[in-house]
Each structure stands twice: as structure tokens, then as C-alpha cells.
């Protein structure tokens, strides 16, 4: 990641945070030097969601960071109450910073008859009034379409390039877990100078059990398995059993969003896997965690790219050569 720019902020970036992820929020104004804005995101008795901005936003640059993650409804609703709050404020921008960008994995209508609900918030986080939004490691690429807005698309990749660079793995190939993430797959791989390979799950015929073909060199070499999001655990502990099947000394697993929901701390527990090593654009809690789960932080990155929208610098540059 490139070195944060010397300048100093104007006293015109205002940082608001709701209650979805406090932590990552003071990090980011630590990093940025920059104190959140007072503001009450509470309920009122019967539930309804509360907003009060208890500090002047007229004419800011505001950036108001909430990540959509579980519940999923409650932080969506309380995003969108706030950029109206902000927009009624007279706030000169606001940009909605939502480093996990939840309803994304219904971004197509694959069967008859079901709702597309990324484009959904899409609509609703605009109508809202945002002007522009950054997030990271979206499910679908295609999401940045579904704005009317400018959105600003950031990878995790660099935090989790440095983390295994350090920890200096030998042999290491990266594996997709299916073949629908063969590109994110690739940028890593080339990233980290490491092999590839690819977990290709299909079932032979409609009676029998799907079976896991590993495409790829895996045998005696460290498998970096990699995905945008974790939810029940069920898919890349599969795939973890089937690389150790097919004779790989270790598997690791970086996943952007750990969403860990149902059963997926039991299935890690008992998963081949190494290390599962994730980011905090979602809050791990207490119940949740886990020995092999390390969590590194994503504050940094975000901090620096809220530094470059303020000052209408590129954002592209900061993953320079990491597609293609």
C-alpha cells in the first residue's frame, strides 16, 4: 500500500460512524488524526432508529462509515437514516463508507421470480442522498454498475500480501475455492509470486455426491485458499479437506469479510485448515473467534483512501498492477 500523503486534512472532512463497527471507525480517525463527529444513532421505544447529528456538517465533506454487515438490517436502515440526517444538515458531500456491502450475493437473477437486491440498496443508498460510496472486496464486480453515483472499489489484498510476505510460507499456491473466483484467485497469485490452482466441485450425475476435482499442482506445497466472504464455512472447509486429500502440506485461508454465521466456528475448529486469516470490515466477537482466526486491520487502507477522496486524488494507484 502506498505511504499516506504528508498533507494535512482541512477542518471541512467530518468523520461519522454508526453502530454497525465502532472499532474499525476510531481507527480510521485515529489513523486519519481525525476525531469522529458527536452524533446519537440510538432507538426510540417501539425500535424506530434514532439519528441526531450533535455537531455543525454544513458545508463538510462527510464520510459516514457503516458496514451493512449482520444485522444486516438494522446497519443498513441506520446508514440510510444518517446520510439523510447529513443531507438535511446541508452537508457539502457525503460519501458512505461501507467496507462490507451486504444483500450483494443476489446480483443476478439466476432463477424465475427472485428480487436483485444489490441493485435494490444500490437505489435505496442513493435516493438516500449519498454522492459518492467506497467499499471493499465487493461478491460481484458487476455492483459498481448498479450506482448512479461514483463508487471508489478497494482490495484487501494488499493487507493480506504483506501479513504472508512476513510469514514467508515456501512453495505457496493459491487456490480458489471455485471457479467463479479464478480472478481473485490469479491477482493474489501474482501478487505473491505463488502457483495457482483451482477447486472445481461438480456432481458426476444427479445421484451421486459431488465430488472435488483439484486443477492444479498441490501436492507437498502450502495452499493459500481465498474468497471474498466466509458465511456458514461449509464451501472452503470442503475445499480445505479436498486439497488435503489431494496431498497439500498446509492450507491457509484469507477472506476478506468474516461473516461466521450458524455452525462456522465449529466447522473451522475441526477443518484441516492452518490459519483462517480475515480483516475487521465486519466485527468478530467474542463467540465467533477462534485461535485460528488472526484479524488484521483494514483501517489503514481506508483511512488512506478517505485521505485521497477528500483531496480529489486517484485511488486506482493504490493497486496498481494488481489486475490483468
Do not use: W
Not at 255 to 283: F, M, Q, Y
Amino acid at each position: 500500500m502506498a505511504s499516506p500523503s504528508p498533507r494535512r486534512l482541512s477542518a471541512e472532512l467530518a468523520l461519522v460512524a454508526g453502530n454497525a463497527n465502532p472499532a474499525l471507525a476510531r481507527e480510521i480517525g485515529r489513523a486519519l488524526k481525525v476525531p469522529l463527529s458527536d452524533s446519537l444513532v440510538g432507538r426510540f421505544s417501539e425500535g424506530e432508529i434514532r439519528v441526531k447529528m450533535n455537531e455543525n456538517v454544513r458545508g463538510k465533506d462527510v464520510f459516514v462509515i457503516q458496514p451493512t454487515c449482520p444485522p444486516v438490517n438494522d446497519n443498513l436502515m441506520e446508514l440510510l437514516i444518517m446520510i439523510d440526517a447529513l443531507k438535511r444538515a446541508s452537508a457539502r458531500r457525503i460519501t458512505a463508507v461501507v467496507p462490507y456491502y451486504g444483500y450483494a450475493r443476489q446480483d443476478r437473477k439466476d432463477q424465475p421470480r427472485v428480487p436483485i437486491t444489490a441493485k435494490l440498496v444500490a437505489n435505496l443508498i442513493t435516493t438516500a442522498g449519498a454522492d459518492r460510496v467506497l467499499t471493499m472486496d465487493l461478491h460481484a464486480g458487476q455492483i459498481q454498475g448498479f450506482f448512479d453515483i461514483p463508487l471508489d472499489h478497494l482490495y484487501a489484498i494488499t493487507v493480506f500480501e504483506q501479513y504472508f510476505r512476513l510469514k514467508r510460507v515456501k512453495g505457496l499456491v493459491v487456490v480458489s475455492p471455485d471457479v467463479g473466483g479464478i480472478k481473485m484467485a490469479r491477482g493474489y497469485a501474482k501478487r505473491l509470486r505463488a502457483g495457482l490452482a483451482i477447486v472445481d466441485k461438480r456432481r458426476d450425475s444427479p445421484e451421486d455426491t459431488e465430488v472435488m476435482h483439484i486443477l492444479g499442482e498441490v501436492q507437498g506445497r502450502s495452499c493459500l485458499l481465498v474468497d471474498d466472504l466466509i458465511a456458514t464455512g461449509s464451501s472452503l472447509v470442503e475445499a480445505a479437506a479436498a486439497l488435503k486429500r489431494a496431498g497439500a502440506a498446509d492450507v491457509y485461508a484469507c477472506v476478506t469479510h468474516p461473516i461466521l454465521s450458524g455452525p462456522a466456528r465449529e466447522r473451522i475448529a475441526s477443518s484441516p485448515l492452518k490459519e483462517l486469516v480475515v480483516t475487521n470490515t465486519i466485527p468478530l466477537t467474542k463467540a465467533r473467534a477462534h485461535p485460528r482466526i488472526k484479524v488484521l486491520s483494514v483501517a489503514a487502507l481506508l483511512a488512506e483512501a478517505i485521505r485521497r477522496i477528500h483531496y480529489e486524488q486517484s485511488i486506482s494507484s493504490l493497486f496498481d498492477g494488481l489486475t490483468g
